[in-house]
């Protein structure tokens, strides 16, 4: 029998139609929720994603701003705009797009963005605290609730879906970045389950799969995960989009064999892409919150 199709547009087009009255709801108090992205270079692909984001901010009524810089910029420059942004008002939200050109240090900038408008999440501060949340009460409902990185807000949004219980289950994570598999683990754990996190290291790493109740798979290699890997009746979320020599895409699993052993799995694309969009948007309406109850 094949899996269920878990199916990422759908679900941020539901998402999306929450999101849109609260932002009205909002404006009409007098806070626009206002999103920044800063572009540095012209790679192709970065160009893309920051228009898809745009597009998605206008249609929920979320204001946007775009800022580009050349390839040759300093990382000085690139730090002075961050710094104009931390201190614009009118921005709730700050975006510095992936990758950053060779010569402009990535680790400093996107720690420059300050907390209360880090809506990718990955300000030290805001990891820490998601790292060391007990209870996903801690996270999304606590008095200032945390911007939690978008892709692994996805990835959760996706598993409540199919309405299998995260809590008590045994969950692997294939992927240690701190962009998905760091922040997804911790997500997991925070739901309650029994995580482990694997790699490309990781010894037998089949074995370890089919253990998995709830598989997130962001190892960045396509096709690594085959159905004879994956544990009967599983949840299947593929995070991968890599693009083939011979062209068109696929992920990190592979959704031919994969879906015949699967209860769930993602498309790619179709999966976890639009789920990343929408939960920016959501962000951008958190830390428009956030800043209200700080004023």
């Not at 998402?15 to 009205?24: A, L, N, Q, W």
């Not at 204001?63 to 690139?78: D, K, P």
């Not at 996190?197 to 037998?204: L, M």
């Not at 052993?261 to 959501?282: K, N, S, Y």
Request: hydrophobic residues 45%; contains cysteine.
């Amino acid at each position: 029998m094949s899996a269920q199709i878990l199916d990422g547009k759908a679900l941020a087009a539901e998402i999306r139609g929450k999101i849109k009255p609260e932002v009205d709801a909002l404006k009409s108090a007098g806070v626009w929720p206002g999103l920044a992205t800063l572009l540095v270079g012209e790679n192709p692909a970065s160009q893309v994603y920051i228009r898809s984001k745009h597009k998605a901010c206008q249609e929920v009524g979320i204001r946007s701003f775009n800022l580009t810089l050349s390839q040759s910029s300093t990382n000085a420059e690139v730090m002075r705009k961050v710094e104009d942004l931390n201190a614009d008002p009118q921005v709730h939200g700050i975006l510095v797009q992936l990758p950053l050109p060779l010569q402009i240090d990535s680790n400093a900038v996107l720690s420059l963005i300050h907390p209360d408008k880090d809506v990718d999440g990955f300000h030290p501060q805001n990891l820490g605290r998601l790292f060391s949340a007990k209870d996903a009460r801690d996270i999304f409902s606590a008095a200032k609730p945390i911007p939690v990185p978008c892709t692994p807000q996805g990835v959760i949004a996706l598993i409540h879906k199919t309405g299998v219980p995260i809590a008590g289950r045994n969950a692997v994570v294939v992927g240690r970045s701190v962009i998905v598999g760091k922040p997804v683990f911790s997500l997991l754990l925070a739901h309650h389950a029994t995580v482990t996190i694997a790699h490309s290291q990781t010894p037998n790493l089949a074995a370890v799969c089919r253990d998995a109740d709830l598989l997130v798979v962001a190892i960045g290699i396509a096709n690594k995960i085959t159905g004879n890997m994956v544990k009967p009746g599983a949840v299947v979320v593929d995070v991968g989009m890599n693009r083939l020599a011979a062209g068109g895409l696929c992920g990190d699993v592979d959704f031919e064999t994969a879906k015949e052993t699967a209860g769930w799995i993602t498309p790619v694309p179709g999966g976890v892409g639009p789920m990343t969009i929408v939960m920016l948007l959501q962000n951008t309406l958190l830390l428009a919150k956030n800043s209200c109850v700080a004023a």
